[in-house]
């Protein structure tokens, strides 16, 4: 059973929940009171090339530039001797939260994401006739969210998480129709978190590096067809940010949050069709699958 003090905690929550948090949160840095809690981020499936304009339609069979590293290593072996390719882009949104109950001067936070930047750089180099490398930095992972000046910013006021990755690759062609590829990455994450302390601001931040792997099939089913499958492993972040609040209602009473944050991208399956029906004009389209164990419920120690 928890103590008073716990119990009083959990009340204070409840008066500052309102409509969108539990959104907030899942997009957000999912901090609850708990001694273990959970973060996520966004997921982009698209990273600054032209993948963007097309929505992502058939990514793992187009290999239409070097960009393939990231989405069908095997696509490498379609590319010309030497290929960059980068870009940049920005995501923003409305995740707007407003409290239930605003009496007594509480103050909502409104739309609380912010702009969050994106780029990327890839290179590749057909190293013979029937092998390709390459070399990708990318960032497709992350999330920020400001909620300002509002009731519960002794829990949170922003929080930014940030990932990129260095992924070297290689492709071989095992004959004219048909190609495989292999990349690893090694991710960088980053995580911060800034809450109201005794009336000001204090900023807390951890990181953490991980590794995943990805594999990739492309064939050629006729001359103007070919599909493409690709998977890509999970990748872990642990994050541990210790921090101190003061609750309204309980004078002289503080209490130590530990917050360890786990994020983790979840390990998936892309599944492409092209059919080319000119130089000009092509058709395509895909299948994106995510492993569901990734999805846990965190801990609730009320």
Avoid: C
């Amino acid at each position: 059973m928890p103590d008073f003090h716990t119990k009083r905690a959990d009340s204070f929550f409840q008066r500052i929940e309102g409509n969108g948090m539990n959104k907030s949160i899942i997009l957000g840095s999912g901090l609850l009171f708990s001694s273990l809690s959970h973060a996520s981020a966004l997921y982009f499936y698209e990273v600054a090339t032209e993948d963007t304009s097309l929505a992502g339609a058939g990514q793992a069979a187009r290999a239409q530039d070097a960009s393939t590293l990231l989405t069908n290593p095997a696509g490498m072996t379609r590319l010309p001797d030497h290929m960059v390719t980068g870009g940049l882009q920005a995501m923003g949104g409305d995740i707007p939260y407003s409290l239930d109950d605003s009496s007594g001067g509480r103050q909502s936070p409104g739309n609380v994401m912010k702009l969050f930047p994106n780029a990327s750089l890839f290179y590749t180099q057909r190293l013979s006739d029937t092998v390709s490398a390459g070399l990708g930095l990318y960032g497709n992972y992350g999330l920020g969210i400001d909620f300002g000046n509002w009731a519960g910013d002794r829990l949170i006021k922003k929080s930014t998480m940030v990932a990129m990755t260095l992924s070297p690759a290689i492709a071989w062609k095992l004959s004219d129709k048909v190609s495989i590829g292999a990349a690893t990455g090694l991710n960088y994450g980053f995580l911060s978190l800034t809450r109201n302390v005794d009336g000001a601001d204090e900023k807390q931040s951890d990181h953490d590096w991980a590794m995943n792997y990805r594999l990739g099939l492309l064939m050629d089913l006729t001359e103007q067809t070919r599909a493409g499958i690709s998977w890509t492993s999970k990748t872990d972040y642990h994050f541990n940010i210790d921090g101190k609040a003061r609750f309204p209602g309980l004078p002289n009473v503080e209490y130590n949050l530990p917050i360890a944050a786990q994020v983790r991208a979840p390990q998936q399956v892309m599944m492409s069709l092209v059919h080319d029906l000119n130089k000009q004009w092509s058709v395509m389209g895909g299948s994106w699958l995510a492993g569901l164990e990734s999805v846990r419920k965190p801990a609730d120690h009320r």
